[in-house]
Each structure stands twice: as structure tokens, then as C-alpha cells.
């Protein structure tokens, strides 16, 4: 199993290498900072902004070549990814922001699991019963909702309870709110701002798993195996959870495991919503402002995570289907 | 038991009827399992499906009832209603009694309580019937725990052990912790086998336990449910299409047929002197392997009726070729015939069809069609097929990234045969012996193949360019083995069967013409080439497939186990379509098939296949009346036959285990493994065996036909691969049933 999982891993670092590079090129090629530090007021004569791009290691007069060559080896042998046209170090900002995304995103996706997976259950055990046609048209209405719509609609509710109740309860934007007495005060202010981005990514996200639970179990529910273990004594109920969940169980731990790296990537879409600046909405920033190492970075990121997952599914499989276990 | 009963008749909590029930007004007070008048209702989108109407039978402890059928007549379903294993959708009316307590109407938790205790089932398919992510010691010791939840840990693994060792399953202990996946067909079989025996149950259902196995592997599971019928004590419900796998088997049986029980009686009595033509019908449909003389198969024309409609008349009239009007007047029940009230037929004429009516005029079979080519001597025929050596050997490698070379799966292994014109050559073999590597060697057909392939006089080393292909292709055509799937689905017929003749470069109008003509050439209506399909039944569409084999009129054609997939009696048609036409068109077939029944019917030569290699050939009639090899004789004596005397008696060589792993193979002779002859021989003629390879040699007539013939014979059309053809078998692989332990009435 170990000599297998080494040889996946060489695998994905050849990838994640390449597609980095390939990136790079692609950023250093097209993405131009000195054209925006010409639109500050006053103008900059080209020589000062050439002169301080030179300062960052962002030099503009020299080829993308030469550039990639000083950014590998700034990554190999100091572990530096450079810094981006605004003086800012992209290491140190990459820690904030991956910290940031995964305190936004990490409760919501456990309960998007849990729920998801035990509504699917649930579901498919009522088949073409009400609370089955309930739960399994909402979960195709988060799905066709864009999630950003379905983010504003959670903060309009919440807004609707604050000015019911007359009271800012809820915080539906930002982390933390400055200046609070640390202790409880600040803990509750945490919680206050918490609470609405984490109901509205959960209540988004768990149709798909919802789906996805139901349909396996059902394929399994009226399989031979589990009609064997009724006539074995178990009753139906009982031959499904003890037979047909776990088989069922087999294709849904790969797609979460899948998803668990995904939670420091973080989203677009929420972090720029809930103001919570994360890894999501710095990839996207990094290309308007022309950011040629945070966009490379996070991108190289991005791969590191998918192959992560990727290592993490074939765990995952191993760990619930003797079938594939590698002797 | 009895004792059972009364109490259930003084429990004042019942109602009278059931009251009345249970002190025997209805059912023999021994029985343990009776079932009164048992109906299963569908509701479709097309209606309600009445798939079992009336089934009435009292099983009594340690008898086996045998029910025969056709797909869709209502078996399986009769034996999941008794488990109480419907989707609870289905309507179940009636009464079954387990022991005289009612089982029908129980809700499905009640039902725990016998299922897998006092009734228990075995499945169809055993690759699928085991859950796939738990050990077999996990899952029998489940069966065991649910009815016994007091038995200590201890206890419950020294049973599982038991029963895996009593399934015949080698180190038991070990394969506790093995896997489903870790089995073939045949060990899961068996571990089926040993979860339904684990409580020690009244009633075992088997549901066409043995239809997804090998002929050799069938015998040895069949043998274990032998086995475990013995060591429980307890009644057989064996559920079947196969009349064969009954005959030795059960004490009664009872003919189902659109959902209704169409005869009942002792198995002597149906096998010997049936009463019903449906019947009569199945029984002349099954080709025999015992019998060389040939006589055509009777086909049962026509297919069951839909249930959506409640029968008027007898539901068997229209395929009936006895039918007449009367019988289109209400559905007759069972009547006893013959007075002695055990056997039963639902036949209005069951009276004029006594013992001396012969099937094949009721049922107006064909002649035995006769070719052309027979009254020629084989040698003067001209040769439509040849292979020379010809082998196909995959590497077996391990490891992802750098692949090692571990070993060689020799599929196929240096193999020669010639097939004459007329003439029907067939492969047989256990599946992974390498029979449809043959064929798909002899359809590449390329110059790089190990070994020569001619094809009408065509070379695979001399050209394989496209058009000696083509013209390869015109010679030679195949048939399928599952009809639906080898027919694309949006082709109609005309499509299907034009597109040979298109690409043969036929214009318009001669392909309108040869498509009619090969519609009524395969017995099809041509007025139907419009259609798709799937308006076709499974032995239509095989016709279908067969005429597109023929459209371009090939001398020769391949048929991969063409009837396997259809019902007995559909199976008979094909096949003597499949006669007729060889008789009338000159073709020659070569025929892969497991059912060697079908080969023994059909075929003139016959090659036996183990891993790869012939290791026996020759004429069908010497081979099967005369085997020499002992795999061959082993593959014969697993056969059941559906004649309830002889497989009583007869003996059976039971092989033990499944095909070797190739990896496994010995360096001598392939077989040595199973061999039951290698397992009876002194050490040092066993040396030989592991040693040498044995190569096929002429089987020399035997001595006592030389000395009554004045002439010498010459040499029979048989050659064999094995040094001692005619050793003894050992003791424990065969086996034969005293009929004396069966309690024929």
C-alpha cells in the first residue's frame, strides 16, 4: 500500500509541477503590473515603475524565461513565492488567507456532509414517499439555485430577523468585529458573525450529497445481497442498514474525500459575499490586479489540493471496500 | 413436530377457518410446509400482473418437491412469496403454513423470525448474492447470530467452521476471513448453501441453484445440497427449467405454467407416463446425452400468455397442438388421473394420453432432416476450416509502473482440427478452458498469429489484406450467444439483415429479394422486417441472428452457445432449425456450447477443451458412448439426465474444486490436479502424469470388437490425450445415490 501511495505521489508532483510552470508562463506572459502603477495619480515616469518592480522581482524588461528561471529557484532554495506588485510578501499572505477560508468553510462542509448523507439515507428509505419528494426537490433546487442568489437570500433573511427582533444579532458580513473585549464578549461577536455564512453554504451544499446518497442506496436496496440477508432473518430495514448502506457508502466516501482538501481552497463566491477574505477571492483578485505570483501560487495550490484529494479517495475506497485493497 | 400442531390448534387466539386449517381439513397433519391456493397480484403500469393463480402442495420432512417451468411461469415468485420476500407492493392471497402456523399476512418483522431459522432460501445467481464488502465468516455467523443471540462468540465461529468444512469448502478456518470476491462461483455457491443450512432449517428453498454454474461445478454443489438435505433433515423446494437436475433429485414434482400448477404428481409418474401436453412438450424438448440415436427435439411453438388477462380457457391452448374447442371453455383444474389421486394434470384429454403416445406426433415434430453430405465419407469431403497449431498466450504480469512478467495464461495451446463441409465440429469445455479464444482466434484471422488458420482455402499467413478478409468474412459467419444484445436496437430486421448484403455489394432489388428469402428461410414472417427487435421474442431474435449469419451464404458458421440463453422449449426450435438448415443449405457449423446435451444432438465431431488444450477428439458417438480421457468422462457423468431411474442410480464423478489457476498448472498434464484417475494411481505412475505431457493418440478399437469382427476395424475416429485412459476412478470422487434412501411411494 505504502509503495503504492509513493508512486501516486511522484505522479502528482510531476503534475502539480507542470501545470505550475505552464501557469506561470501563461501569468508572467500576459499579466502586466507596471500598466496599472501608470494609472496612479501622480503618473509614475515608466523608469520609477520599472525601478520598483525591479525592487519586488517583478522585472518587466526581463524574458518570461529569465523570470520563471529567478522564481524557481527564490521557491527551491528559500521557499519563497515571490511577492506581489503591491509589496506584499506571498507567503505570509497565503497563510492568512488559507486560514481564513478554512474557518469559513470547515463547519459548513461537515454539516453539509452529515446532513447530506443522512437526508440521502433517509430518502431513500421513504422512496416516492412525501417526505422523500420533499427532501429530494429541494436538493435539485439548491442545485439549480446559483449559489450566490441562495447567499443573498440567507442574508436578507437574516437581516429580516435583525430588524424584526429590532437587534443586531446577526452579522452578515465580515469575520470579527474590531475592538471587542476579548472572552466571552468576543467569542459570542465570532459566533454572531459565523453563523450566517456557515447556514447558507450548508444549506446550499448538501443537496448534491443528498442526491448522490439516495441514488446509490437505491441501486443497492434490491440487490441480491441485501434480499439474501432478509432471508436470513433481518428484517428489511435492518438487511439495509447493515448490507446496502455500506456498499452504498463506497462511490460517497470517495466524492467527500474529495471535498475535504477543498476546504481550504476555499470559494469565490462566499468569501466575496460574507466579506471574508480567503484563498477563493485572492485567486480571483490576484488576476485583476495583474499578480502574477499570487495567481501562480494559488493555482499550484489548487493542484496540490486536487491531488491530495485525489490520494485521499483512493484511501478512502481502500478503507471501505476490501475489493480494492492492495495486497 | 406433532406436538407443534396441537398447540397451534388449542390456541384459542386463531379464527375457525384457521382453526380447521391447522387440525388437517386441509393439509396432511405431517406436513411442514403446506400452501393452499397461493395467488400473487402485480400492480404494473399496464395492469395487474397475475403471476401465480392457485398453488396448492404439502411438503413433507426430509421430501424434496421439484418445481419445472418456463422463465415467467411463475416459479420464483411462488418461492419468494413463501419467504415473504415480495416487495410489499405485490398482493399475496392464500395460505402458507410452516408447521401448521400460518405465514401469510405476518408483517415483515414477525417473519424474521422464521426466515433463516425454520425456512431458508438459496438464490440464483451466488455472485451477486453475498454482500461484497463483508468476510463469509462475517455473514454466516450473522444467519447465526440473529436466531441464536445468545450463543457465545466461541461457539458461533467453531459452527460457521463446521458448516464451511460441511459445503466442502478446503480450510475452513482460513476461509472465514477470506472475501466473496476471493471465491468462484461454485465456493460462493457453497457458502450460500451453508448460510441457509446454519439454524438447521424444516424447509431449504433453492431457487435454480446450480443455472449460473459450470456442468461439473453443478454436480458438485448439487451434491452438497444433497449433502446438507441429509445432515438437516429437512424438505427441498428445488425450483428449476432444467428437468434434468430434478429427475435425481426429487420425490414430486410440479409443472408450473402461466402462473398455475399444469401437472403434480410423483417424479416417476411425470417423467414416465406425463399427462399434460405442456408437459410431454417440455420433456421432448430437452435433448438426452445418454441417447445416439437421433430423433428430432419436439419445439413448443407459440409463447406463454400475458397475464394481464385472466385466462378464459385453458392457458396452454394455443400452443397446444391438441387443442380444440372445449378446451378454449374455462380453465380446467387439476384431476387426478390414473385414480391413485397423487398425480394430477390439468388436461381435459390427460385421459387419452397414456403411456404409449409418442410426443414427436403430438407435437408433430420435423423429421430428421438428412444432407447431402452424409451418405459421402468424411475423408472425400473438402476441408471448410483448418487450424494448425494454433496458441494464444497472454503474459500475466504484476506491478503498475514497472510490470513483471509472473507467468503465462496459455488460453490457447497448440491446437489443430479440420472441419469437413456438412459437417458440425463442436468445442466443449468448463468455462476458462479456452473456447472462445478459439473462436476469436480463427475471426482475427491476421498474419501474426501463432499458428495457421485456413478458412476455405484461405491462409491467414499468405493475406490478410482487407479484401482476403473479406472474402474470408464471406465464407465464414458467426452467431451469438445472446440475441439481444448482438441486435442493434434501432435496426430494424431489413437493416439487419441488408447490411451484409450491402457491403457484399448487392444492388437495391437483390437485397430486397434475399431478404424475404432468408426471412422464410429461418421461419420468420417476412411481412415483419419492419419491425425492431425488441417486438421479437428471445428464440425469434436468435433466428434473426442466424439469418444475418446467412445472408451472405457462407459455407461455414460459427455458433457461440447460440441456445443458452433461451428456454427448453424455444431452445428446441432453434435447434432443429439449426438441423434444417445444415441438412438443406450444406453448411457446416462450428459449435461452442457448455450444454452438451445440445452437442451430443447436434454435432457429428466433438473436441473436449481443458486449459487451453484438446484432450479428446473424434466422432460424437464414440466420444460420448466411449470417453477415454477422464476429464471427458467426468464432464459426461456430471451431466444430469431427465430420467429419474437413471440418475438414482448411476454413478457420478464428482471433480473436486474448479479450474486451476493457470499459475497452478503442473508441468505434465494439465488435468492431473482434478484428475480422478491421477488421484487412484500408485505413486509411481503418478510421477509420470506430473512429468510428461500427454499428446493425443488414436484410441485403438477395443479388443472385444476386434475379435467379432472378422476384418480388422479400422482405426475409430477418436484420438485422446491421456496415459491411462482406462484407470480406475477414485473412491471419493465418485459417488452413487442408493435409490433405497429415497421414499418412493
Not at chain 1, 144 to 167: H, K, M, R, T
Not at chain 1, 261 to 269: D, M, S, V
Request: proline share 7%; charged share 20%.
Amino acid at each position: 500500500m505504502l509503495k503504492y501511495l509513493a508512486k501516486r505521489g511522484i505522479t502528482y508532483v510531476v503534475m502539480i509541477f507542470l501545470t505550475t510552470s505552464a501557469g506561470y508562463f501563461l501569468a508572467v506572459s500576459s499579466l502586466k503590473p507596471a500598466l496599472l502603477e501608470q494609472e496612479r495619480i501622480p503618473r509614475p515616469t515608466p523608469e520609477q515603475v520599472a525601478n520598483s518592480m525591479r525592487l519586488k522581482g517583478l522585472d518587466p524588461d526581463l524574458s518570461p524565461w529569465e523570470r520563471y528561471v529567478d522564481w524557481l529557484t527564490g521557491i527551491i532554495t528559500r521557499w519563497d513565492w515571490g511577492r506581489s506588485p503591491n509589496g506584499a510578501y506571498i507567503n505570509a499572505e497565503f497563510g492568512d488567507r488559507v486560514w481564513i477560508s478554512t474557518r469559513l468553510f470547515l463547519a459548513s462542509i461537515i454539516l453539509t456532509l452529515v446532513i447530506g448523507v443522512a437526508l440521502g439515507v433517509y430518502s431513500a428509505a421513504r422512496q416516492y414517499k412525501f417526505q422523500d419528494r420533499v427532501i429530494t426537490s429541494y436538493s435539485y433546487l439548491a442545485y439549480i439555485v446559483p449559489a450566490p442568489i441562495a447567499y443573498f437570500l440567507v442574508q436578507l433573511g437574516a437581516i429580516n430577523i435583525n430588524e424584526s427582533v429590532g437587534d443586531r444579532i446577526f452579522f452578515v458580513t465580515g469575520i470579527s468585529t474590531p475592538g471587542v473585549a476579548p472572552g466571552w464578549p468576543q467569542f459570542a461577536d465570532l459566533m454572531a458573525h459565523y453563523v450566517v455564512p456557515t447556514v447558507a453554504i450548508t444549506l446550499v451544499g448538501w443537496g448534491a450529497y443528498q442526491i448522490a446518497q439516495r441514488q446509490y442506496l437505491l441501486d443497492n436496496v434490491n440487490a441480491d445481497f441485501v434480499r439474501t440477508a432478509r432471508a436470513k432473518g433481518l428484517s428489511r430495514n435492518q438487511a439495509i442498514a447493515r448490507h446496502a448502506l455500506r456498499v452504498s457508502f463506497i462511490p460517497v466516501a470517495q466524492s467527500i474525500a474529495f471535498t475535504i482538501p477543498a476546504i481550504f481552497a476555499g470559494g469565490f463566491f462566499a468569501e466575496k459575499i460574507f466579506a471574508w477574505p480567503g484563498v477563493g477571492s485572492w485567486s480571483i483578485d490576484a488576476i485583476s490586479l495583474q499578480d502574477v505570483n499570487a495567481a501562480t501560487a494559488t493555482l499550484a495550490y489548487g493542484s496540490v489540493i486536487f491531488a491530495l484529494g485525489a490520494i485521499l479517495a483512493d484511501f478512502a475506497t481502500t478503507l471501505v471496500d476490501p475489493r480494492v485493497r492492495v495486497q | 413436530m406433532s406436538s407443534e400442531t396441537t398447540t397451534g390448534a388449542t390456541d384459542p387466539s386463531r379464527s375457525t377457518v384457521e382453526r380447521l386449517h391447522v387440525a388437517g381439513l386441509h393439509a396432511p397433519g405431517d406436513a411442514v410446509l403446506s400452501v393452499r391456493d397461493l395467488n400473487v397480484r402485480f400492480n404494473t403500469e399496464n395492469g395487474v400482473v397475475h403471476a401465480v393463480r392457485g398453488i396448492d402442495f404439502d411438503l413433507l420432512p426430509g421430501r424434496t418437491l421439484g418445481i419445472v417451468g418456463e422463465s415467467g411461469s411463475g416459479k420464483s415468485v411462488t418461492s419468494l412469496a413463501i419467504m415473504g420476500l415480495l416487495a410489499p407492493t405485490a398482493e399475496v392471497t392464500g395460505s402458507v403454513r410452516l408447521k401448521g402456523r400460518e405465514l401469510l399476512g405476518l408483517s415483515d418483522k414477525a417473519m424474521c423470525e422464521y426466515r433463516g431459522n425454520e425456512l431458508a432460501m438459496v438464490f440464483q445467481d451466488p455472485l451477486s448474492s453475498l454482500t461484497p464488502v463483508f468476510t463469509v465468516g462475517t455473514q454466516i455467523i450473522e444467519a447465526l447470530t440473529i436466531h441464536n443471540p445468545t450463543m457465545s462468540k466461541k461457539a458461533k465461529e467453531a459452527r460457521a467452521v463446521e458448516l464451511l468444512a460441511m459445503v466442502g469448502i478446503p480450510s475452513p478456518k482460513d476461509r472465514l476471513k477470506a472475501f466473496p470476491h476471493e471465491f468462484s462461483g461454485g465456493m460462493r455457491q457453497r457458502v450460500m448453501i451453508a448460510i441457509a443450512i446454519a439454524n438447521n432449517p424444516r424447509v431449504l428453498i433453492a431457487d435454480e441453484p446450480t443455472t449460473a454454474l459450470d456442468v461439473t461445478i453443478q454436480a458438485q454443489v448439487l451434491e452438497v445440497l444433497h449433502t446438507a438435505q441429509e445432515e438437516t433433515g429437512a424438505a427441498v423446494v428445488m425450483i428449476t427449467h432444467d428437468l434434468g437436475v430434478v429427475a435425481g433429485m426429487a420425490d414430486d414434482i410440479m409443472v408450473m405454467y402461466a402462473g398455475k400448477p399444469v401437472e403434480t404428481g410423483a417424479v416417476d409418474h411425470i417423467y414416465y407416463n406425463p399427462r399434460m401436453p405442456y408437459t410431454m412438450g417440455l420433456l421432448g424438448a430437452v435433448p438426452r446425452v445418454d441417447v445416439a440415436e437421433k430423433s428430432s427435439l419436439v419445439p413448443i411453438e407459440g409463447m406463454p400468455p400475458n397475464l394481464l388477462q385472466a385466462p378464459t380457457g385453458c392457458s396452454f391452448a394455443p400452443r397446444c397442438p391438441l387443442a380444440s374447442d372445449a378446451c378454449l371453455d374455462g380453465e380446467p383444474g387439476l384431476e387426478p388421473v390414473d385414480g391413485d389421486g397423487l398425480h394430477r394434470a390439468a388436461c381435459i384429454k390427460s385421459g387419452s394420453l397414456g403411456g404409449t403416445v409418442d410426443v414427436h406426433d403430438v407435437f408433430a415434430a420435423p423429421p430428421v432432416p438428412v444432407s447431402r453430405f452424409d451418405a459421402i465419407p468424411r475423408a472425400e469431403r473438402a476441408t471448410v476450416l483448418q487450424l494448425t497449431d494454433v496458441r494464444k498466450h497472454f503474459p500475466l504480469t504484476r506491478g503498475a509502473l514497472i510490470k513483471r512478467r509472473i507467468g503465462t495464461v496459455k488460453a490457447v495451446d497448440g491446437l489443430s482440427f479440420d472441419i469437413r463441409e456438412g459437417e458440425c465440429f463442436s468445442i466443449v469445455g468448463e468455462s476458462g478452458s479456452g473456447k472462445t479464444t478459439t473462436l476469436l482466434e480463427i475471426m482475427e484471422f491476421h498474419p501474426d498469429q501463432d499458428g495457421e488458420v485456413v478458412i476455405g482455402g484461405l491462409s491467414n499467413k499468405q493475406a490478410a489484406d482487407a479484401k482476403t478478409k473479406g472474402k474470408m468474412r464471406r465464407e465464414l459467419q458467426m452467431v451469438f450467444q445472446d440475441p439481444t444484445g448482438a441486435l442493434d436496437p434501432r435496426f430494424t430486421v431489413y437493416e439487419v439483415l441488408a447490411e451484409p448484403l450491402q457491403n457484399a455489394g448487392m444492388d437495391r432489388g437483390a437485397i430486397k429479394k434475399r431478404v424475404m428469402e432468408l426471412m422464410k428461410l429461418v421461419g420468420l414472417q417476412p411481412d415483419h422486417v419492419n419491425r425492431f427487435p425488441n417486438q421479437f421474442s428471445g428464440g425469434q431474435r436468435q433466428r434473426i441472428g442466424i439469418a444475418r449469419a446467412l445472408a451472405v451464404n457462407p459455407k461455414l458458421v460459427v455458433l457461440d452457445e447460440p441456445v443458452s440463453a433461451l428456454d427448453v422449449s424455444v431452445q428446441a426450435g432453434v435447434i432443429n432449425l439449426l438441423d434444417q438448415l445444415r441438412a438443406e443449405l450444406g453448411l457446416s457449423y462450428l459449435l461452442v456450447a457448455h450444454d452438451l446435451s445440445v452437442v451430443r444432438h447436434i454435432s457429428n465431431r466433438v473436441a473436449v477443451m481443458y486449459l487451453g488444450k484438446i484432450v479428446e477428439i473424434g466422432a460424437v458417438d464414440r466420444v460420448f458412448d466411449n470417453p477415454r480421457h477422464p476429464y471427458t468422462r467426468a464432464l459426461l457423468s456430471a451431466i444430469p439426465v431427465p430420467d429419474p431411474q437413471l440418475e438414482k442410480t448411476r454413478e457420478r464423478i464428482i471433480l473436486q474444486g474448479d479450474l486451476p489457476s493457470p499459475l497452478q498448472a503442473p508441468k505434465g498434464c494439465n488435468f492431473a490436479t482434478r484428475c480422478p484417475v491421477f488421484a487412484a494411481l500408485p505413486p509411481a505412475k503418478q510421477e509420470k502424469c506430473l512429468t510428461l505431457e500427454p499428446l493425443l493418440e488414436a484410441a485403438a478399437p477395443s479388443a472385444a470388437v476386434q475379435a467379432l469382427e472378422q476384418a480388422p476395424l479400422p482405426a475409430p475416429d477418436q484420438q485422446f490425450a491421456c496415459f491411462y485412459p482406462d484407470g480406475e476412478i477414485d473412491e471419493d470422487m465418485l459417488v452413487v445415490h442408493e435409490p433405497a434412501d429415497h421414499l418412493t411411494p
